[in-house]
């Protein structure tokens, strides 16, 4: 746990983003991340006001491998300050990001499941883009 993060919790139990069946309860579920995120403009402002920072980490873990350690979904604002290398990785020098074959084929593949999605979460989705 960071110091002076904060939470966003739902009301509803989901062990996970993907917990909920989409054929079920697509809609459910989407309205309640859009009422978390619908928080976090609100809270955001608030904690970095509160804690002097310029800027914020929105982070889900999603799974066991992703790190999530409590099974009911969570929404984590983190307020940032420059160079505090929250994360190892902040001191690594970046690159720029390589469009390469695998990348395409990868892009295409994840195409491809989208294209799979039922037409419940199609008319969902139209609805919020």
């Not at 002097?52 to 491998?65: I, P």
């Amino acid at each position: 746990m960071f110091l002076r993060h904060s939470l966003i919790i739902p009301k509803s139990h989901f062990s996970s983003l993907e917990a909920t069946p989409p054929s079920v309860s697509t809609l459910r579920i989407v309205l309640v991340i859009a009422a978390m995120c619908s928080k976090v403009p609100i809270i955001s402002n608030a904690i970095m006001k509160t804690t002097g920072s310029d800027s914020f980490n929105l982070l889900v873990n999603n799974g066991v491998a992703a790190g999530q350690v409590i099974f009911h979904t969570h929404i984590h604002i983190i307020p940032r300050k420059a160079r505090d290398c929250l994360w190892a990785s902040e001191s690594l020098r970046r690159h720029p990001l390589k469009l390469d074959q695998e990348t395409s084929r990868l892009a295409d593949q994840v195409r491809k499941q989208l294209s799979n999605i039922s037409e419940d979460t199609k008319g969902i989705e139209s609805s919020l883009s």
